[in-house]
Structure formats: structure tokens, C-alpha cells
């Protein structure tokens, strides 16, 4: 028995029941959804700094533009005027989007991660914005992550596509997907799946300081069932967070799961964005390097390795490029750390802003190491070269290894000769 005895119906159609997350900003590029789609799955792109990947995918300058705009306003800490550019935004997303699902040639399909914690200094008009134009542009499917809001089913409503396109909400406990239930039958929209991420899954985490540690995703996942059960609720659920083997996978496939969400194992594979060498810190990683910190200014908690450079940061906020989390009255954590830290630098002139780190800039940079917990057993999953690097696997190679293996075992790719 193995993932492949199994298919995701969804929508009168059916995919390979593996879905590979949305990773930000950037790092689930659409080389590396396009291949979950190629192979039959689905592959998240995530909307994250869009303008921003726009400008280094296509050579658009919307973030110099609008650091241009709002340069004089740089030493202010009041960032409130500095709006994001709706007609621009749309055009971005639509660009990002459309590079994406226009390459499509499997039977899959591509979502996109939409983290509603990214409320750039508008919340409700830049989501709608976000969200609309990724339905114009043709998506697939939207997953909500990170600030689940009740008033988004709301927000696009309207639009043509809202009762075609496929909806999807992550959770990471029954009480915050019993909330959102009830909006969206009050709207007559139920989500068409449900990811529920568990305490191990990387970038941002759905759990507070005191329970991650406690939680377990078997549990929360057995326990949705239980709920959408007695709810009469036919809605298909899907497990992430620490499915490592292609035997994790079925097991929660015979538990009831019509799918299941990995990213980790897909960090390292050569179609994702992170940079070759960052790859090889992951591989490299044992379980000692790993985290969850504070660090992230949204509030909520995150996993990275400590070796993450944006751990480091002592830099002066950039919300005049970026500032895709700035609230709404155009405040972020990180700034008021700036600051404090500013006012009170040592002798020398060094400020070290501890506590909050530019997720903003370390994202862009690709200086955030964020992972999962498994990032640990990454080097079960590949071959040591003779050089001593790591050999990166393709998106396929991880992709058949979780169809195909059975019994824990791990398929390594096949050896790559150095040239
Ligand atoms: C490097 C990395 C970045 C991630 N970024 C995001 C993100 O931007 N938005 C999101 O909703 N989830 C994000 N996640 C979570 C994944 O989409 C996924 O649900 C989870 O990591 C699956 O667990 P696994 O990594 O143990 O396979 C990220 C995960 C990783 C490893």
C-alpha cells in the first residue's frame, strides 16, 4: 500500500493526493509548483512580497517605485501614508499568477498561499485586491493561511469566480475552523478543503508558546474528522506538518485524509528558490539548530534554524520598499524594536534591535531560514557527494518518493556525477 493506491477528488476531478505547501517568500516557486501539477498534484505558489518577486522574476520596478514614493517618510516611525498602489498590486499578482498557470501541462493544479497576516497597511482592499486578481488571472484554488478572517469570504463575494474557484482554509484547531464554518454558511460558501497544520510544519505556526509543544497533528486531524462528522459536513480534509515518508502519508491517507500537505522534504529540491547554498545549511541542520521563536513581527510564532542571518538584523526598517506588514494604521513590531534599540545604542553606534526581526527584508533575502521540524532528517532524503556537499534532489525525485515508498523506506535520488 502506498500513496498511490489513493487519489483527491475535488471539484469533479481528481489529483495525486500530495499537495506541496505554499512556502514565502518565494521559496515554492513556480518551477516548483509546476511540477507537482506536471505530476499530477498541487502546487502552491504564494502571493508573499508579490511585487517584490515580480521585480526579480520579470524586471518590473514596483518596489523602487515606491520606495522612491515614500523615501522622505524613511526616518519617520509613523508609516501610516505609505499605502500600496492598488491598480499595481492587482497587476502584479495578475503577472505572477498568470506566469505560473499559463505553463500548466499535467492534470494537477496550482494554488496559491494567501496569508491574510500580511495586511499592508490596508487589510481588507489589499486582500481583495490579492485575491481577485489571482482569480482573474486564472488560479486554481486559494489556500487562506496565517490570520484566518471571517470577513474575507465577504470580500470577494462578488466576484464571478467566487463559487468556481477552489477555497481552502488552514487550521490548526477545531475551535478556529468551527468559527469560520459558521460565516461561510451563513455566505453559502463552505471551503472546498481543509488543511489542518500541525505543531511540526515550518514558516508560521497556529499554535501559542504554551501548547505547540503539547499539540500533535494525528490528534487535531483525528478530531476535525470527528467534528465535520457530526456537523454532517462532507468536506475533505487535509493533514501537514512532519509527514516525512511516503508511509506517513498513507497511513493518514487510510485514516480518512483525502490528501496531504508537504513542504519541507521540497526545501531542497532544485526547483525551489532558496539559494543553493542555504539548501545545504538545511540538509546539514541536526535537531539542535532548529527553533521556534518570536521573532516574526505578525505575533505569530515560527520555526527556524538559529543560524537564520535575519536572526541578526539590526537594520533599519524598510517599509518604504516593502512593508507588506505594516497594520493599518501603518505600524509593525519590528519598528517600534528598531527603535527602542536605536535610542538605547551602545558607545560605538551599534543597535542590535533584539526581539523582532525585518521579516519583510530577511524573507526578500532570502536570509530567513524558516523549515519544518523534519528539516533534521534531510539527509536521509539525499546522497553526499564526493566533495562533501549534498546532492539536491528533483521536485519529481521527492514527489515519487512520497507515491511510491512503503514501509518508512526513502528512495534517494539517483547519483548525480559531479562534472
Ligand atoms: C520553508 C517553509 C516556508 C513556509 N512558508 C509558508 C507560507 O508562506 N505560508 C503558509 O501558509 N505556510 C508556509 N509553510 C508551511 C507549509 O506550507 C506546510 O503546510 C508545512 O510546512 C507542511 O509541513 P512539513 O514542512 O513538515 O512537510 C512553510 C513551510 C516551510 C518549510
Same mark, same amino acid.
Given at each position: @500500500?502506498?500513496?498511490?493506491?489513493?487519489?483527491?477528488?475535488?471539484?469533479?476531478?481528481?489529483?495525486?493526493?500530495?499537495?506541496? =505547501?505554499?512556502?514565502?517568500?518565494?521559496?515554492?516557486?513556480?518551477?516548483?509548483?509546476?511540477?507537482?501539477?506536471?505530476?499530477?498534484?498541487?502546487?502552491?505558489?504564494?502571493?508573499?512580497?508579490?511585487?517584490?518577486?515580480?521585480?526579480?522574476?520579470?524586471?518590473?520596478?514596483?518596489? *523602487?517605485?515606491?520606495?522612491?514614493?515614500?523615501?522622505?517618510?524613511?526616518?519617520?516611525?509613523? $508609516?501610516?501614508?505609505?499605502?500600496?498602489?492598488?491598480?499595481?498590486?492587482?497587476?502584479?499578482? $495578475?503577472?505572477?499568477?498568470? #506566469?505560473?498557470?499559463? $505553463?500548466? %501541462?499535467?492534470? =494537477?493544479?496550482?494554488? @496559491?498561499?494567501? @496569508?491574510?497576516?500580511?495586511? @499592508?497597511?490596508?487589510?481588507?482592499?489589499?486582500?481583495?485586491?490579492?485575491?481577485?486578481?489571482?482569480?482573474?488571472?486564472?488560479?486554481?484554488?486559494?489556500?487562506?493561511?496565517?490570520?484566518?478572517?471571517?470577513?474575507?469570504?465577504?470580500?470577494?463575494?462578488?466576484?464571478?469566480?467566487?463559487?468556481?474557484?477552489?477555497?481552502?482554509?488552514?487550521?490548526?484547531?477545531?475551535?478556529?475552523?468551527?468559527?469560520?464554518?459558521?460565516?461561510?454558511?451563513?455566505?453559502?460558501?463552505? !471551503? /472546498?478543503?481543509?488543511?489542518?497544520?500541525?505543531?511540526?510544519?515550518?514558516? #508560521?505556526?497556529?499554535?501559542?508558546?504554551?501548547?505547540?509543544?503539547?499539540?500533535?497533528?494525528?490528534?487535531?486531524?483525528?478530531?476535525?474528522?470527528?467534528?465535520?462528522?457530526?456537523?454532517?459536513?462532507?468536506?475533505?480534509?487535509?493533514?501537514?506538518?512532519?509527514?516525512?515518508?511516503? %508511509?506517513? *502519508?498513507?497511513?493518514?491517507?487510510?485514516?480518512?485524509?483525502?490528501?496531504?500537505?508537504?513542504?519541507?522534504?521540497? %526545501?531542497?529540491?532544485?526547483?525551489? =528558490?532558496? !539559494?543553493?547554498?542555504? $539548501?545545504?545549511?538545511?540538509?546539514?541542520?541536526?535537531?539542535? /539548530?532548529?527553533?521556534?521563536?518570536?521573532?516574526? &513581527?505578525?505575533?505569530?510564532?515560527?520555526?527556524?534554524?538559529?543560524?537564520?542571518?535575519?536572526?541578526?538584523?539590526?537594520?533599519? !526598517?524598510?517599509?518604504?520598499?516593502?512593508?507588506?506588514?505594516? /497594520?493599518?494604521?501603518?505600524?509593525?513590531?519590528?519598528?517600534?524594536?528598531?527603535?527602542?534599540?536605536?535610542?538605547?545604542?551602545?558607545?560605538?553606534?551599534?543597535?542590535?534591535?533584539?526581539? #523582532?526581526?525585518?521579516?519583510?527584508?530577511?524573507?526578500?533575502?532570502?536570509?530567513?531560514? %524558516?523549515?519544518?521540524?523534519?528539516?533534521?532528517?534531510?539527509?536521509?532524503?539525499?546522497?553526499?557527494?564526493?566533495?562533501?556537499?549534498?546532492?539536491?534532489?528533483?521536485?519529481?525525485?521527492?514527489?515519487?518518493?512520497?507515491?511510491?515508498?512503503?514501509?518508512?523506506?526513502?528512495?534517494? &535520488?539517483?547519483?548525480?556525477?559531479?562534472?
Amino acid at each position: @500500500m502506498n500513496v498511490n493506491n489513493f487519489r483527491f477528488k475535488l471539484g469533479g476531478k481528481e489529483f495525486v493526493p500530495i499537495m506541496i =505547501g505554499g512556502m514565502g517568500v518565494n521559496i515554492s516557486t513556480s518551477e516548483l509548483a509546476l511540477s507537482a501539477e506536471r505530476l499530477g498534484g498541487i502546487g502552491h505558489i504564494s502571493d508573499a512580497e508579490v511585487m517584490y518577486v515580480c521585480d526579480t522574476m520579470f524586471g518590473t520596478n514596483y518596489t *523602487a517605485e515606491r520606495r522612491k514614493l515614500y523615501i522622505e517618510n524613511g526616518s519617520n516611525r509613523d $508609516k501610516s501614508i505609505e499605502q500600496f498602489d492598488l491598480v499595481q498590486l492587482a497587476e502584479a499578482q $495578475k503577472r505572477f499568477v498568470a #506566469h505560473t498557470v499559463n $505553463k500548466k %501541462t499535467g492534470n =494537477g493544479a496550482i494554488f @496559491m498561499n494567501c @496569508m491574510e497576516k500580511l495586511t @499592508m497597511n490596508n487589510s481588507s482592499a489589499t486582500l481583495k485586491v490579492r485575491l481577485e486578481a489571482a482569480m482573474d488571472a486564472g488560479i486554481d484554488g486559494i489556500t487562506l493561511a496565517a490570520g484566518l478572517n471571517l470577513r474575507t469570504l465577504d470580500l470577494i463575494s462578488d466576484h464571478e469566480r467566487f463559487r468556481d474557484v477552489k477555497l481552502g482554509i488552514i487550521i490548526s484547531s477545531v475551535r478556529a475552523l468551527g468559527i469560520f464554518l459558521k460565516r461561510a454558511v451563513r455566505l453559502e460558501r463552505l !471551503p /472546498d478543503y481543509i488543511v489542518v497544520e500541525g505543531p511540526l510544519a515550518g514558516g #508560521h505556526l497556529g499554535f501559542g508558546p504554551d501548547d505547540w509543544q503539547t499539540q500533535n497533528l494525528r490528534d487535531i486531524f483525528i478530531e476535525t474528522l470527528d467534528f465535520l462528522k457530526k456537523e454532517n459536513l462532507d468536506i475533505p480534509v487535509i493533514p501537514a506538518g512532519g509527514i516525512f515518508t511516503g %508511509t506517513d *502519508a498513507t497511513e493518514y491517507l487510510q485514516m480518512g485524509a483525502s490528501a496531504v500537505q508537504v513542504a519541507t522534504r521540497f %526545501t531542497i529540491a532544485k526547483e525551489a =528558490g532558496l !539559494p543553493k547554498d542555504v $539548501k545545504q545549511h538545511y540538509i546539514n541542520a541536526g535537531d539542535d /539548530d532548529i527553533e521556534v521563536n518570536t521573532a516574526s &513581527p505578525t505575533g505569530y510564532l515560527m520555526r527556524m534554524l538559529k543560524q537564520s542571518p535575519t536572526l541578526q538584523y539590526g537594520m533599519r !526598517p524598510n517599509c518604504e520598499a516593502l512593508g507588506y506588514l505594516l /497594520d493599518n494604521s501603518g505600524k509593525c513590531a519590528y519598528i517600534d524594536d528598531f527603535y527602542a534599540s536605536f535610542e538605547s545604542r551602545s558607545a560605538d553606534g551599534k543597535t542590535n534591535a533584539k526581539g #523582532h526581526t525585518c521579516l519583510c527584508i530577511g524573507m526578500a533575502r532570502y536570509d530567513c531560514w %524558516t523549515c519544518g521540524q523534519t528539516t533534521s532528517r534531510l539527509k536521509e532524503t539525499t546522497n553526499r557527494l564526493p566533495d562533501g556537499s549534498w546532492q539536491l534532489p528533483s521536485a519529481e525525485d521527492i514527489f515519487h518518493d512520497y507515491l511510491l515508498s512503503e514501509n518508512h523506506s526513502i528512495r534517494l &535520488p539517483e547519483i548525480e556525477k559531479l562534472p
